[in-house]
């Protein structure tokens, strides 16, 4: 993929929490803007004042008796105030738009780690995002063992769920990404430079 290739593209950073997918957002874009093109970076959930909004009622741990069903429709909200508010538009000016999760991360955690139902999930995915999937997706891939040493303190309400949880969405990355050749999967076990070198040589940066 060449650099002049990557305007109007979609990249997008997946995996377990913990993997360190906004630390790659941030030093790809700035690796972008070096060679001057134009970025827009987003996350989910949040990225639009409605979806920070949501973001704090999903993360919250006081939120202990948010259904699964409920969890999925906040967080289809949050991807359909970002698509539209955000994404789109980055994506028609031209410019590069990376994000730090979207459509897969729903049917990793909510589908495999919540059990709920992959085809209704990918139905409000298409019709959050108009149907438009990323053009390339970095998979940051961590036994969850390891993700969840990482984590500091008891974390936010997704964060402190047990290491069966995070094992199933682990096991919903892999199995939804095999064989799709827009997946880049990366140990998320090398070091943060290790990884950002594999991304920008993927993108012929």
């Not at 639009?48 to 967080?75: F, M, Y």
């Not at 459509?103 to 108009?130: F, H, K, P, V």
């Amino acid at each position: 993929m060449s650099e002049i290739e990557l305007r109007g593209k979609l990249i997008v950073f997946e995996g377990l929490d913990f993997t360190g997918k906004s630390t790659q957002v941030r030093i790809l874009a700035e690796r972008l803007r070096a060679r001057g093109l134009p970025v827009v970076t987003t996350r989910e959930p949040g990225g639009t004042p409605i979806g920070e909004e949501v973001r704090r009622l999903l993360l919250s741990r006081q939120s202990t008796d948010l259904l699964p069903l409920s969890e999925l429709l906040l967080l289809i909200t949050c991807r359909a105030q970002v698509y539209s508010q955000v994404i789109k538009p980055g994506l028609a000016d031209g410019a590069v738009v990376v994000s730090s999760r979207y459509r897969l991360s729903s049917l990793a955690y909510q589908g495999y780690g919540r059990g709920l139902d992959l085809e209704l999930i990918r139905r409000l995915n298409d019709a959050a995002t108009e149907g438009r999937r990323p053009d390339i997706t970095f998979l940051l891939d961590l036994p969850a063992e390891l993700a969840l040493s990482r984590r500091k303190g008891e974390g936010d309400r997704i964060e402190g769920e047990d290491l069966e949880f995070y094992r199933r969405v682990r096991q919903g990355y892999l199995e939804l990404t095999r064989g799709d050749r827009t997946v880049v999967a990366i140990d998320g076990r090398r070091s943060v430079q290790e990884i950002a070198s594999e991304v920008a040589a993927r993108l012929g940066l």
